[in-house]
C-alpha cells in the first residue's frame, strides 16, 4: 500500500474520543438495548445479548478481532469465555504490533488466576452451570 493510499485509510476511520461520544448518545437514546462497539476503527452495533453467542458474526468478533484490537489498545487483558468449548481463556502481555503476546486456555472448572492489575483466583466450576 502506498503511504497515500495508507493515509486515506486511517484518516477514514474514526477516533476513540468520536465513538465515545455517539455510543454514549445512542445508550441514553436507545435505553441500553443495542451496545456499540469499536474494532479495528469500526463501529459495530448489536442487540444487548440475551445469552445466545452463536452466530458467526460474533464468533468472528469475539475470537479473532477483539484479542487483536483490544491487545494493540494496550487492555492489560482479555477473557473469552466459551460456552460451545467449555473453555476461558485469558489473553495478557498486550502488545500494539500483534494484539496478545500470551493466552492460556483452561477448560470449565479449572482455577484460574487473573494477574495484576486484578490479582485474583477465578474459580470457573460455576461457569458449568451456564452450559446448555
Keep these: 500500500m502506498t503511504v497515500m493510499a495508507e493515509r486515506a485509510v486511517q484518516s477514514s476511520q474514526m477516533s476513540v474520543e468520536e465513538f ?3 455510543a454514549a448518545f445512542a445508550a441514553k437514546e436507545t435505553d441500553d438495548a443495542v451496545r456499540f462497539e469499536f474494532i479495528n476503527g469500526r463501529i459495530g452495533v448489536k442487540k444487548v445479548a440475551d445469552g445466545d453467542h452463536n452466530n458467526s458474526d460474533t464468533d468472528q468478533r469475539d475470537r ?3 484479542p487483536v484490537a483490544y491487545g494493540a489498545a ?3 487483558l482479555y477473557m473469552l469465555i466459551d460456552r460451545d468449548a467449555c473453555t476461558v481463556t485469558l489473553y495478557g502481555d498486550p502488545d500494539a504490533g500483534v494484539g496478545y503476546r500470551s493466552s492460556r486456555k483452561e477448560p470449565f472448572g479449572a482455577r484460574l488466576l487473573l494477574p495484576e492489575p486484578l490479582g485474583i483466583e477465578l474459580d470457573t466450576e460455576k ?3 451456564y452450559v446448555d
Excluded: A
Aim: aromatic share 0%; net charge positive.
Design 127 to 129: 461457569l458449568k452451570q
Design 64 to 66: 479473532q478481532e477483539k
Design 20 to 22: 465515545e461520544r455517539i
Design 74 to 76: 494496550g487492555i492489560p
